[in-house]
């Protein structure tokens, strides 16, 4: 059964999205952009700050030269990477659930995400 009222305007235009277009026309983003905020938040966590002395190697390119060498495992980078995130200042005002929780989705995503599991495979080819 179809209604004799009309939406004002007519029916919405369909949405299209291509990998390169995105939706309805936006440009994707970029990949590249988004791994170096990646790194760039995980680099102004209190660990990256405290990294002093000519040659020191932020607390990122440690761990991805720390993968590349085979100095420590997948699971220990993920390790590193969530204890990073939770040491941010933001995440002391989360309660103690809302923390467990956190760092339960950050650990699925860093282990499952494509876009973030990627992210990981840069850091272990950084070195």
């Given at each position: 059964?179809?209604?004799?009222i009309?939406?004002?305007g007519?029916p919405?235009?369909?949405?299209?999205?291509?990998?390169?277009?995105?939706?309805e026309?936006?440009?994707?983003p970029?990949?590249?952009?988004?791994?170096?905020a990646?790194r760039q938040?995980?680099?102004?966590?209190?660990e990256?700050?405290a990294?002093?002395?000519?040659?020191a190697?932020?607390?990122?390119?440690?761990?991805?030269?720390?993968l590349a060498?085979?100095?420590?495992?997948?699971?220990?980078?993920?390790?590193?990477l969530?204890?990073?995130s939770?040491?941010?200042?933001?995440?002391?005002l989360?309660?103690?659930?809302?923390?467990?929780?956190?760092e339960?989705h950050l650990?699925?995503?860093?282990?499952?995400?494509?876009?973030?599991?990627?992210?990981?495979?840069?850091?272990?080819?950084?070195?």
């Amino acid at each position: 059964m179809t209604s004799p009222i009309k939406p004002p305007g007519g029916p919405p235009p369909p949405i299209t999205a291509t990998p390169e277009t995105g939706v309805e026309g936006l440009k994707a983003p970029d990949v590249g952009q988004a791994r170096e905020a990646f790194r760039q938040a995980l680099d102004e966590t209190p660990e990256a700050q405290a990294v002093e002395g000519p040659g020191a190697l932020a607390p990122t390119e440690q761990l991805g030269a720390d993968l590349a060498a085979g100095r420590v495992d997948r699971a220990t980078a993920i390790d590193t990477l969530v204890a990073q995130s939770l040491a941010k200042p933001e995440v002391a005002l989360l309660s103690p659930a809302g923390r467990v929780e956190l760092e339960t989705h950050l650990r699925e995503a860093l282990a499952n995400d494509p876009g973030l599991s990627g992210l990981l495979d840069d850091l272990e080819r950084s070195a």
